[in-house]
């Protein structure tokens, strides 16, 4: 069973000289409150933008995540994603490093590092900074290679690496335009995100719930009386795995059904004589989706076929009477036999 929810949690406290930021996100909480939101295969590509992907990188809501993926590790492997309204959050206001935050699973090869997006020199000056975190080298130090930042010493490689907190003191007008991540380019990587923290904002990713499949197969039961058919609604299909509850109509006034397995499987016998029926059997997951499908079933009575005359034999009556499932009609010479057969009774 697959939900969109949201668990609106109190706004953090500034501890220890570095400050947890406490605003809910634009279009993702109200203004005072902050919380998770699980994001579906619908709504994570309206909330974040993947246009820093190249063609060679994938990301895909799955059952429980976000799988994100290279094919390869050339220039077009880069699986990336930013969310997608601008923030102009004063960096000075989220310092603390347990402000971002990416859990994930390593399936495979290399995994993205926590992209911020700053403008070192205030909103009125344009363009933007790159601040990446990777804490499996770097722990809870930035890289970036941005001419545009000041008073951060070299390190690792790079022009930069610092704190948010060493970043923030020495470029006190810097503020944070968006937040996001990125594998590659030119890694090779598979991995699956469960979560992903800004702030007080915590974003999940699940798929959304899907509608089940009904399906109806029948049967007549090999029933004596021709009326009674077996029905079996259990190759009906959920695409999340959920259980169904199934409600049956039989086109006669009637109907069953219940809230169990067992219900998927039905007995029905229809009034005597001819008819046409149609029987209907709805399929509800435990969110409320459903579907619904028909089947024709056809009711037809057994006849009586009168065969050709039996030749002057001479027998009695009683005599040929004997013959299983054969009654006599007439006497003596030319008696005419007859036999009650049973039609099959279609379903379509």
């Not at 000075?92 to 994930?104: F, G, I, R, V």
């Not at 008073?151 to 335009?177: K, M, W």
């Not at 469960?194 to 509608?211: P, W």
């Not at 009034?271 to 079933?297: H, N």
Request: charged letters at 15%.
């Amino acid at each position: 069973m697959k939900r969109t929810t949201s668990a609106l949690l109190a706004g953090a406290l500034a501890t220890s000289g570095t400050v947890v930021l406490s605003v809910a996100l634009p279009g993702i909480a109200s203004a005072s409150d902050c919380g998770n939101t699980t994001l579906t295969e619908h709504s994570f590509p309206t909330t974040f933008s993947t246009a820093e992907s190249r063609s060679k990188g994938h990301n895909v809501v799955v059952d429980g995540g976000l799988h994100v993926y290279t094919d390869d590790a050339s220039s077009e492997a880069k699986a990336a994603a930013r969310f997608a309204t601008q923030l102009d959050i004063p960096l000075a206001d989220q310092t603390a490093e347990s402000n971002y935050d990416l859990d994930l699973t390593v399936n495979s090869g290399g995994k993205p590092g926590y992209n911020l997006v700053v403008d070192m020199n205030g909103p009125a000056a344009g363009g933007f900074t790159t601040l990446v975190k990777e804490e499996g080298f770097y722990g809870d130090e930035w890289w970036t290679n941005s001419t545009a930042v000041q008073g951060v010493p070299a390190g690792g490689g790079y022009n930069h690496l610092g704190t948010i907190q060493e970043y923030s003191d020495a470029n006190p007008e810097a503020v944070i335009l968006t937040f996001g991540y990125s594998l590659g380019s030119g890694v090779l990587g598979d991995v699956t995100i469960t979560k992903l923290r800004f702030g007080c904002n915590d974003f999940s990713f699940d798929r959304a719930n899907r509608a089940p499949q009904a399906s109806i197969v029948a049967d007549d039961a090999g029933d004596a009386d021709y009326r009674t058919f077996d029905f079996d609604g259990s190759g009906s299909t959920d695409p999340d795995g959920d259980a169904l509850t199934y409600a049956w109509t039989f086109g006669d006034g009637s109907g069953g059904g219940g809230d169990v397995p067992a219900a998927a499987y039905q007995s029905h016998t229809y009034p005597k004589g001819a008819g046409t029926y149609t029987v209907t059997l709805t399929v509800t997951d435990p969110d409320g989706l459903s579907s619904t499908t028909e089947k024709i079933i056809t009711v037809t009575p057994p006849t009586t076929v009168q065969d050709d005359e039996l030749p002057n034999t001479g027998a009695s009556v009683l005599g040929l009477a004997a013959l299983g499932g054969v009654a006599l009609l007439g006497g003596g010479a030319g008696l005419a036999a007859t036999r009650r057969r049973r039609s099959t009774a279609h379903s379509a």
